[in-house]
């Protein structure tokens, strides 16, 4: 995949997800229900990946990680290790701008409870490939849980071995990226303290040192 390609607004490739999309327009029909594009500038060095748009956050609002608990966390870091400016108010309309940093997901649609299967992510992954074609000064990639984590590895063609996932680990691929994980920030997650507001800033604290050596 030579050009930059994202899914159509009516991307009928997983035929389960569609399924779901139909049903949610019906159910939901205030939402955005479609694929989620990206959000933020193709020139920056930082990808932040998710697994998928939640139900009631991005497939809703029709941008990553808006509208749910765990765009309140990441917005609010971002802001305060200088990716982002504005004001965060769970809407794609607020004027929030990312700054040296893109967000993006590995399956672009809303799975049925959060749960993309295998062949899914697979269908999904040219659109991802495609993704890190277009990001010419891409330096590092934070992997928001242990199945992006993975998807980022088939991804790049790796072995799922290779580089264990674990929150706050860093790992140098020999195409010159360096990956960098998080547990995800979910509401459970940080209810169940899994994951503290501060350990996620230690790994945003870890990804600006990189950026900025």
């Known amino acids: 995949m030579t050009a930059y390609q994202q899914p ?3 991307c009928q490739l997983c035929p389960r997800l569609v399924e779901f999309r139909r049903k949610n327009q019906e159910k939901f029909p205030e939402f955005y229900n479609g694929p989620v594009r990206p959000f ?11 697994l998928a748009p939640g139900l009631k956050g991005a497939n809703a609002t029709g941008r990553p990680f808006t509208g749910d608990y765990a765009g309140d966390l990441l917005y609010e870091t971002l802001k305060k290790f200088g990716f982002a400016r504005g004001t965060y108010d769970k809407r794609p309309d607020d004027g929030l701008e990312l700054l040296d940093c893109r967000i993006t997901n ?3 649609c809303v799975p049925p409870e959060n749960k993309p299967t295998g062949p899914e992510a697979n269908t999904c992954r040219p659109f991802l490939i495609s993704e890190f074609d277009a990001m010419k000064n891409l330096s590092a990639i934070l ?3 242990q199945v992006a984590h993975q998807a980022m590895l088939r991804t790049f063609g790796l072995k799922l ?4 996932f674990g929150h706050g680990a860093s790992h140098k691929m020999e195409n010159g990226i360096t990956l960098f994980d998080s547990y995800h920030c979910s509401r459970y997650n940080t209810q169940t ?9 230690n790994v945003f604290a870890g990804i600006r040192a990189h950026l900025d050596g």
């Open 106 to 108: 590995a399956v672009k």
């Open 143 to 145: 992997c928001l849980g």
């Open 8 to 10: 159509d607004i009516d």
């Open 161 to 164: 071995s290779s580089l264990k």
């Open 40 to 50: 933020g500038p193709l020139d920056a060095r930082l990808l932040i990946v998710g």
């Open 193 to 201: 303290y899994r994951l503290t507001p501060e350990m996620f800033e």
